[in-house]
């Protein structure tokens, strides 16, 4: 009998692809009445594939062994709880690094350059009355990075090569890094021109990013976010944002995506990003086969690539 693993939203297809060559899959997104499919069969799955998977659902699931999580963040799962009832849990890091990173530098050169801006300045026909305007660079600016990890490593490397001078906030110091650490976040903020969030969500960092941090980085600091909405006072950031406490801000993330606060769609100081740091074809791609990877990794009872817990 092949092994039975649960979906609880919808996946790459070509991930799916994979899954559907290996397990028989249950993809309870498309079930009606969820509720009574998980009374009923709950007890048969092993596995489950994606994230999202709060305690609630793990006691319908009394014979789950394993969660692999779609992506590098796992604070939309339970791991506390996944944990106490020996469910193995995985994501899939390192395989986006590369694709995050390329997505914020250029979002700093979009908000530096005004590039969405200049585009619709000329589509609109607005260039023969005039031009443009004179904006900033990144040439010769301090870029402070809150969460220097993985992502966090490739998108300094790619703002030393933009001639930044790169410093880091974290929980700890790290050794043989070669950026200055700063122990206080809003003192990296006061002495940065520009700080990118690329830190994990959850309980820990919830509002990190705070009203005090804003205005420590200032009416000509640019704010990064390419981590979770969750890690700034939001209403904070769109005060200042408007009223000129803040430079300006690029964000790929929101706290309640896909909704965005109506007041950052008409600032021209801003520019807005759909969540999609790794969202392109082969990183995707990738991330579906380590999730696989992982699936099998656990059955075959081996060591698994990319455990959680």
């Known amino acids: 009998m092949t092994i039975e693993i649960l979906q609880t939203q919808k996946l790459l297809a070509s991930c799916e692809e994979e899954l559907a060559k290996r397990y028989t899959v249950h993809k309870l997104h498309e079930i009606a009445d969820k509720d009574a499919w998980l009374a009923e069969n709950g007890a048969r799955i092993r596995a489950h594939a994606g994230a999202g998977v709060q305690a609630g659902l793990m006691d319908t699931l009394p014979n789950l062994e394993i969660i692999a999580s779609f992506g590098v963040g796992y604070d939309t799962i339970d791991t506390a709880a996944a944990k106490a009832r020996d469910i193995r849990v995985t994501n899939t890091p390192d395989v986006l690094n590369d694709a995050v990173a390329e997505l914020t530098i250029g979002l700093m050169i979009s908000l530096a350059r005004r590039i969405p801006q200049s585009d619709q300045f000329v589509r609109q026909g607005k260039w023969p009355g005039g031009n443009f305007g004179l904006f900033s660079e990144l040439t010769g600016k301090t870029l402070g990075i809150l ?26 110091q790290q050794a043989g890094v070669p950026h200055i650490f700063y122990s206080n976040l809003e003192d990296m903020a006061r002495d940065s021109d520009w700080l990118v969030l690329i830190a994990p969500g959850g309980k820990e960092t919830e509002g990190i990013v705070s009203r005090e941090v804003l205005e420590a980085l200032g009416p000509k600091g640019m704010l990064v976010n390419v981590a979770r909405g969750t890690l700034v006072d939001e209403p904070a950031m769109v005060e200042l944002l408007t009223n000129g406490g803040l430079g300006g801000a690029a964000l790929d993330v929101f ?30 791609d990738a991330m579906g086969a380590l999730l696989v990877a992982n699936l099998d990794r656990h059955f075959a009872g081996e060591p698994l690539i990319s455990a959680v817990v």
Not at 162 to 167: N, T
Not at 255 to 278: F, R, Y
């Open 255 to 284: 706290k309640n995506e896909p909704e965005v606060p109506e007041a950052l769609l008409g600032l021209d100081n801003v520019v807005l990003s759909p969540h999609q740091g790794s969202a392109t074809h082969q990183t995707r």
């Open 147 to 172: 969460g220097l990890g993985r992502i966090g490593k490739e998108i300094a490397t790619r703002a030393q090569a933009m001639k930044m001078r790169v410093v880091y906030h974290g929980r700890n």
